[in-house]
Every structure is written in structure tokens, then in C-alpha cells.
């Protein structure tokens, strides 16, 4: 087989041998990729093709760096990544098969947003060229100003590409941005894709089912049960399966096993990489232009500004927040409203007579009655902000974990994702612990003189946030986070012995876990001597001096925090 001018006219830049990736099943080894070798030249437009499941997607994957190759090695212009350092996070735009972008953006903003996170621009002439630079070469000009979610499917896609272009990368790794779509626009996107292509320091991957209109790419590369089986020009590709047209590949290559298709190939390969020009060496002259990735401050920025965009565009949530924040201190006050007046009032009379025997006797059950009041409009408070801290921060992170895995791939540190997270609840947990103390207090005049009930008041939504938030960093999907993250609020009242007492050691093996305990009874503790000796009258639960509920809750704090961060950094790509 000859061709009239080799169809790669550049050096290899992109070359894997021998790789193989692969998991265990129980005692067996599956190679989900099997023995892949080949090799890419600059300047070229490929595209993976092969059934469903076949391994397309865990093959860009490893390209990506996002799979780890378990044999083999990677090369990129003669640097083995498996070895050296891996490609820098914006020489890499990855478009996976998932939407990257945020629902309540709209396309400008989405691009700006990445900007942000991933190009150090030197001013905001630069920040704005970058920006109108994508929108222009992807031709989304005219509909910048529209919000992310009415966008169609080609749109959608395009946002995508646009995304990912802000860093000139070098390696443009897309999955499947073609399907789903009219014959028309996924002609479009692909010839938006090839001219991406044709600069001069780029290979664009694109990874599709259909085998219509390859014409545009360079070449086409077919996988079967993760071998490789062709690699090489389109319009060889008939020739090669000895099929009419290319769309009667998929039923030839199941006429044969997948093994043999592998070594036919492999017999075959360098004649086709020979006639050609693919066995050439690495480009001396290729260089990077991939933007550098901006520093911890402007990326934290970045990140908490869009995080408050989201919110108050996304009316639903905001609402939500509202409601809760104005109707939970309401319904500690309904609870308690027969006795706001008790609360302002206790008796401090001493009997002298037998009539004043019987009113001390009133006075007593009064003061008891008060006792429990006190205790339990404090345990309400307390319950209601575990609540909402659970309401805070479940769905954080799991709610947006494939974006954020993706801008982890950009170049986004997990470390700065967690603080603008921390900034951002910090703020939310304390407006509604603030508000939840003032209003209660302002009614019922709790009588705590001391600061300690406002601080740990916000100490235990922060707790219950942290730890929720840690769940959810943990957990592999939002609905996970916010069941888990549900049922700890719900332990809390019957576990906190502000109710009812449990059995000593019950008490003592589930107390260090539970937040809303050690804010109770560190209330408690801090209110003057007379009311505590009627609170005690009232509760046979242990009650801990303050400051050891201090210490417990900020470590609760600590564990939530410190589960996030682990959670954060941890890959977790779910598709
Ligand atoms: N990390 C993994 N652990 C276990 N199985 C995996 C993993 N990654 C992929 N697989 C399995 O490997 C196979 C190939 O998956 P992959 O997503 O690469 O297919 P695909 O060719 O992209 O399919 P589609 O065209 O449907 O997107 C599937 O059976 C998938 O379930
Ligand atoms: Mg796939």
C-alpha cells in the first residue's frame, strides 16, 4: 500500500509504546487498554473511533494524565511523562463528555471564569483578549450575554472548546463534543476543531462514534476491546477493512476476534507509518506557548466570586437560604412562646410563713419548669443551626466534583478550591448563627451574660458545616453527601442527652462525635450559678465546663476541614 504524499508531514510529537492500562477483577487482570503503540505528529487532527465501551474514553484519559498507564510509557516530543514531569496543566485542554460550565453563567462569563483560573494575564487588556479571542474563533460572539443552561447542544460544545483554547494549549484532548448533535452542526464543530488543529504546535484529539465525514481529520485511529486495530489516514480506511463505505466497520471488525485485528494490525502498522512519514523523530522546534497558571491569590478570588455569582443567580437556593434563615430562629421562639415571659423572671423569694412555704413551693416547680425552658430553647437553637450548616455545605463539593475535577486538571489547587469554600460558608454560617442568637436573645433574654453563647452558637454551625463539607468531598455523589450528611444532623437531638439522658456508657461512646452536646452544655455551663442549679435540676446529662467544649468543637472543626481537604485532593472522576 502507497500513498501519493505522506499524510504526515510533521515530526512525532505525541508517542505511546507498549501502554497498557489495566484493572483487577477479583483475581483477574482486565486490560482495558491493550498494547497501544503510536505515534502523532504536530499539527494534526485525529480521531479516535470504536464501539461503545470499547475504550476510547480511558485511552484520552491516560493521554490526559488523568489515567495512569500500568505498563508502557507515554512520550511527548521524546520526553517519557512517565518518568519526567508531566505536561503542565495548560498545555492540556481537556473537553470531557460531561458540560464544564455552570448553568447560571453566561458564555462570556464562563470564559472569563477560566481565564481566571488558568492564564496569568499582566493586565485586564491582556485578561479581555484572551477572553474575546475564544469567543471569536469559537462563534459564540453573538450569543455571549446568554446563560449556559438555554444554550444547545453545538453551543454547549462549542463553550466547551472555548474553555479550554484561553491557555493555547498544545495538546486539545476531546471526547465524544461531536454526538448528540445534527449532521450539521457536528460537521461544524469538527471543522472548528481542524482549524484549531492547524497551528502549528497542536494535536487535536477528538474522540467519536461516527464514522461519517472523517475526511477532515489526519487520521483516524479504531479501537476494539482496547487494542488498536487501524491508525491511519481516512481514506485508507476502506481499504484496510475491505468494507464500501466507512460506516460498515463496526460489523467487519466483529466478524474477527479482537486479538486478531491486533496483530494483523501490528504486522501492518510501520509499512503504513512508513509510506506515511510517522516513524520520524521528535520536533526540535516545537515550543509551548500554553499560558502559565495564575497564582494562589487571584485563582482564590476567582473562585469566590463565582461562588457568590452562582448564589444569587441560582434563585431557588437563595431562597432557600432566606427561609431558613429567618424562619428557624422564628420557630424557636414558637416553641418556647408560653414562656417568654419566665425566662426575664426568676423568683428569688425566701419563705418565712406557711404561706410563703407554698409559694416557695410554686416557686420551685416555676424555677424547674424555667430550667427545662431555658435548656431547651438553647437545644433548639443549637439543633436547627446543625441544620443548617448540613444544609451549608453538603452538595458543596459533590454537587460540582466533575467541574472541579476538570479545573483540577486546568490547574486549579485543591487547597485554594477548599479556602475559597471555607470563605465562603464562614460567611454564611455566620449571618445565621449572628441572626439566629440576636433574635432569639432580643425575645426571650436567655440569660447567659456571657459572650461564650453567641461564640459557640457559631462554633457548632461551623462544625456542623465543616464536617458536612468533608462528607460531601468524600462522597461520590451529591444525593450520598446529603443523606449522610442528614442523618448526622438527625442524631444529634437524641444523642446529645439534652432530651433525655442515656445510659452512662452510651453517653460517653457516641458524646465526642456529637457537636450539638458540647454547644449545649457549654451554654449551660456559662449561665449565672442560679439558673444552671435549676438547669441541673432538670437534666441528669453530665454537663462539661465550657472550655473543654471549646476545644472539642473547634477539633470537630479541624476533622471536617482536614476530610475535606483529603476528599479534595483525591481524584474522583465520575462519568
Ligand atoms: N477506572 C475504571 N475502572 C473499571 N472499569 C473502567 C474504568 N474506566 C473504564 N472502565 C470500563 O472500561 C470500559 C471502557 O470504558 P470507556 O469509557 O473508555 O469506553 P468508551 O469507548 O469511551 O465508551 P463510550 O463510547 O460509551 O463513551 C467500560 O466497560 C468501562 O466500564
Ligand atoms: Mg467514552
Not at 499539527?43 to 465501551?53: D, E, Q, W
Not at 464514522?211 to 482496547?226: K, R
Not at 485508507?236 to 475491505?242: Q, T
Request: proline share 4%; net charge negative; aromatic share 10%.
Amino acid at each position: 500500500m502507497h500513498f501519493a504524499t505522506p499524510f504526515f508531514i510533521n515530526d512525532t510529537v505525541l508517542e505511546l509504546k507498549n501502554t497498557y492500562f489495566t484493572i483487577k477483577k477479583g483475581e483477574d487482570d482486565i486490560h482495558l487498554l491493550d498494547d497501544i503503540s503510536i505515534k502523532v505528529p504536530s499539527r494534526h487532527f485525529m480521531a479516535i473511533v470504536g464501539p461503545s465501551g470499547c475504550g476510547k474514553s480511558t485511552l484520552l484519559k491516560l493521554i490526559a494524565g488523568i489515567n495512569v498507564e500500568s505498563a508502557g510509557n507515554v512520550y511527548w516530543n521524546g520526553r517519557d511523562l512517565s518518568e519526567e514531569e508531566d505536561l503542565e496543566p495548560s498545555e492540556i485542554g481537556y473537553v470531557p463528555q460531561f458540560s464544564i460550565a455552570y448553568d447560571e453563567l453566561t458564555v462570556e462569563e464562563s470564559i472569563e471564569s477560566s481565564v481566571r483560573l488558568r492564564v496569568k494575564t499582566k493586565n485586564s487588556d491582556a485578561f479581555y483578549a484572551i477572553v474575546d479571542q475564544a469567543l471569536r474563533s469559537t462563534g459564540l460572539e453573538a450569543i455571549k450575554d446568554r446563560p449556559v443552561k438555554v444554550l444547545s447542544g453545538g453551543q454547549k460544545r462549542r463553550l466547551a472548546l472555548a474553555m479550554e483554547l484561553v491557555t493555547d494549549p498544545v495538546l486539545m484532548l476531546c471526547d465524544e463534543v461531536t454526538s448528540g448533535l445534527d449532521p450539521r452542526s457536528e460537521q461544524e464543530i469538527v471543522k472548528l476543531m481542524y482549524e484549531m488543529s492547524r497551528n502549528q504546535n497542536r494535536i487535536v484529539v477528538n474522540v467519536t462514534h461516527s464514522l461519517a465525514g472523517l475526511d477532515l481529520y489526519d487520521s483516524v485511529l479504531v479501537l476494539h476491546e482496547g487494542k488498536v486495530v487501524y491508525h491511519g489516514p481516512p481514506r485508507a480506511l476502506e481499504h484496510y477493512f475491505s468494507v464500501d463505505e466507512a460506516e460498515n466497520v463496526y460489523p467487519t471488525l466483529m466478524k474477527r476476534s479482537s486479538c486478531e485485528w491486533q496483530s494483523s494490525w501490528m504486522k501492518r502498522q510501520s509499512q503504513y507509518y512508513e509510506n506515511s512519514g510517522m516513524n520520524a523523530h521528535p520536533d526540535p522546534n516545537l515550543t509551548s506557548h500554553a499560558a502559565k497558571t495564575p497564582g494562589h491569590v487571584p485563582q482564590f478570588f476567582a473562585l469566590l466570586g463565582r461562588r457568590f455569582k452562582i448564589m444569587f443567580r441560582d434563585s431557588g437556593q437563595l431562597l432557600l437560604q432566606i427561609a431558613i434563615l429567618i424562619g428557624f430562629p422564628a420557630l424557636v421562639i414558637l416553641f418556647d412562646l408560653d414562656g417568654v415571659d419566665q425566662t426575664k423572671s426568676l423568683s428569688e423569694t425566701l419563705p418565712a410563713t406557711l404561706e410563703q412555704m407554698k409559694q416557695e413551693r410554686d416557686v420551685a416547680t416555676f424555677n424547674l419548669n424555667l430550667g427545662g425552658l431555658v435548656s431547651g430553647l438553647v437545644m433548639f437553637q443549637v439543633i436547627l443551626l446543625t441544620l443548617m450548616g448540613s444544609n451549608n455545605s453538603a452538595r458543596e463539593i459533590a454537587g460540582e466534583r466533575k467541574i472541579f475535577e476538570k479545573e483540577k486538571l486546568g490547574g486549579v489547587r485543591p487547597s485554594v478550591y477548599l479556602a475559597s469554600k471555607v470563605a465562603f460558608l464562614s460567611i454564611l454560617v455566620f449571618i445565621q448563627s449572628f441572626w439566629m442568637w440576636l433574635f432569639v436573645q432580643t425575645i426571650c433574654d436567655i440569660p447567659s451574660a456571657s459572650p461564650n453563647h453567641l461564640i459557640l452558637l457559631i462554633l457548632v454551625n461551623a462544625a456542623m458545616t465543616a464536617i458536612c463539607l468533608g462528607i460531601s468531598g468524600l462522597a461520590k455523589t451529591a444525593d450520598q453527601a446529603s443523606l449522610l450528611s442528614i442523618y448526622l444532623v438527625g442524631f444529634q437531638l437524641p444523642l446529645s442527652g439534652a432530651v433525655l439522658a442515656l445510659p452512662v456508657w452510651a453517653a460517653w461512646a457516641t458524646r465526642p462525635f456529637i457537636s450539638a452536646y458540647w454547644t449545649w452544655a457549654g451554654v449551660m455551663d456559662s449561665l449565672d450559678p442560679k439558673h444552671l442549679r435549676y438547669v441541673k435540676e432538670v437534666t441528669e446529662t453530665w454537663l462539661s465546663p465550657v472550655s473543654i467544649c471549646y476545644v472539642v468543637l473547634i477539633v470537630h472543626i479541624g476533622i471536617g476541614l482536614f476530610l475535606a481537604y483529603v476528599g479534595a485532593k483525591k481524584a474522583q472522576w465520575r462519568e
